[in-house]
């Protein structure tokens, strides 16, 4: 296990499979309650120097986690998303074929609504073939206060 600071990044080695996820935990209170605050789920493909394809897909919320105040049940945040090579996506609410957020042709951006609730995971799905592919998801977790 390493320990890092607040903001930090290590090497992996070659030990990394596609679809491995890596939980960031809060450590400070001895991992007691739920200490996980993000998951981030590997997607491993080609080099992409070798074969001039462009990044792996991509989705992340910003903040996240995020705050809910003065005993709000919801909070907001923003999702960024990039799909790697140009094509049709969307992301959507707590399953693939969930609640549609937005639908773009390439990267994108929005902002949710007060609606973010812990747990809530976002998919972005490929459906420039007609049959939708889950390229990344984002799992949101929301802090009380």
Known sequence: MALMPSIGEA????????????????????????????????????????????QSAALYAQPNPVAAYNGAEYATTTLTWNPGTPRMVEVHVNSPDGPLFARTYGPGTAATGPWVADGMVFYLVDVSQGAPITLATTTMKVYHY
């Open 11 to 54: 090497p992996t080695g070659h030990w990394v499979t596609d679809g491995m996820p890596f939980y960031l935990l809060d450590a400070s209170d001895g991992l007691n309650g739920d200490p996980v605050l993000g998951v981030l789920t590997v997607q491993v493909g080609a080099d992409p120097a070798a074969t001039g394809s462009t």
